[in-house]
């Protein structure tokens, strides 16, 4: 992946009809790459980049994240390459343990999701590359598969993870790693030091975003979808911020997510989304690139995620 780059993330709910619009749209205003996401139970990750891959001319599709304890690893392989092959250069995939709640709700969540994950990089990373996988591992068991027609250039996996066992998984068996939101300069940095790469690794970071010419109207617009980090799963998020144990105050003695989100000082929503005018999330683009981000990806906050594609874009 190129370093330095921008992107919009495909929301999971937009209708079906806005999709091939949202996508042509973001190529058209200047955005290097589109993120669609595998949330159970909105819409397929390979199905969607499909589809914007084939509507599209320039942009790159990142996939992030395809849930590994449900699928196979060769047949990971086989359709990420088979997009790779038509549209070369132009497929990131991301693969992740998938979110315990829902994996157990379909009656997939492994007893060791570090090991499964593992197995699954290395798996899926040997076969894009060409070549043949003998394998026996608790999760994965692949004898003599070898891909007929390899793409030319191996599209990159990333790891969609969050913990530090994970995060030094993708540090050893993924070619990057994607952060979910909220993602600040103080959390690259301390997730690169989980990760702790021998090489070129590359560092995608989601945030909620909202641009307008008044702040404060973009801060009440992603206010809203902050409520979740309140919840203890995102604590690595924000143990590395200087307000750290406020946040956890906070949490601690709202009632509801509703409270919650709603006493949090906007120096706090400044921190935890892409907000403001465009030169401030310009600015703040920046400062996460600096911290080792190697893509920035907006998560369109508010009603209208195609109606505030040309407000984003004024940030690029």
Same mark, same amino acid.
């Given at each position: 992946?190129? @370093? +330095?780059?921008?992107?919009i ?5 937009l $209708? ?17 790459e589109?993120w669609? %996401?595998?949330?159970?139970?909105? #819409?397929?990750g =390979?199905a ?5 891959l ?5 942009i ?14 060769? =047949? @990971? ?31 997939d969540?492994?007893?060791?999701i ?6 699954q990089?290395?798996?899926? #990373? ?13 999760? %994965?068991q ?5 891909l ?6 191996? $599209? $990159? ?7 530090p ?6 540090? #050893? ?29 590359? %560092? &995608?970071?989601?945030? &909620? ?9 973009a ?5 809203p +979808? ?9 604590a ?9 144990e ?7 003695r ?6 919650f989100v ?6 706090? &929503? ?24 190697t ?22």
């Open positions: 992946m190129t @370093t +330095a780059t921008v992107g993330m495909l929301p999971r709910d $209708p079906a009809h806005q999709i091939v619009p949202f996508v042509q749209k973001a190529e058209h205003l200047g955005f290097d589109l669609v %996401v595998e949330d159970c139970f909105f #819409r397929g =390979f969607q980049a499909a589809v914007a084939a509507s599209t001319q320039r790159r599709v990142g996939i992030g994240i395809l849930p590994a304890p449900v699928r196979n690893a060769a =047949f @990971t392989a086989l359709e990420a390459n088979t997009l790779a092959e038509i549209y070369p250069g132009r497929l990131i995939v991301g693969i992740g343990h998938g979110m315990p709640a829902w994996m157990r709700q379909v009656g969540k492994p007893a060791s570090l090991t499964m994950l593992d197995e990089l290395t798996a899926v #990373r040997t076969l894009l590359a060409g070549d043949a996988l003998e394998v026996d591992g608790r999760y %994965v692949i004898h003599g598969a070898q007929e027609t390899p793409a030319s250039t191996a $599209p $990159p996996v990333l790891a969609g993870v969050r913990g066992k994970s995060l030094a998984i993708a540090g #050893r068996s993924a070619d990057g790693t994607i952060l979910a939101e909220p993602v600040t300069p103080e959390y690259v940095v301390a997730a690169l030091a989980n990760i702790d790469a021998s090489g070129p690794h590359e %560092v &995608v970071a989601y945030n &909620v975003a909202a641009v307008d010419d008044d702040a404060s109207v801060r009440e617009i992603v206010r +979808a902050l409520e979740w980090i309140g919840e203890p799963d995102w690595p998020h924000i143990e590395p911020l200087p307000f750290a406020e946040f956890a105050a906070l949490r601690a709202s009632a509801t997510r509703a409270e709603d006493a949090l000082p906007d120096e706090w &929503v400044d921190a935890l989304a892409l907000a403001g005018t465009p030169d401030r999330v310009r600015a703040r683009i920046a400062e996460l690139h600096a911290s080792g981000a893509s920035v990806v907006f998560i369109p906050a508010g009603d209208d995620p195609l109606g505030r594609l040309e407000p984003l874009a004024r940030a690029l």
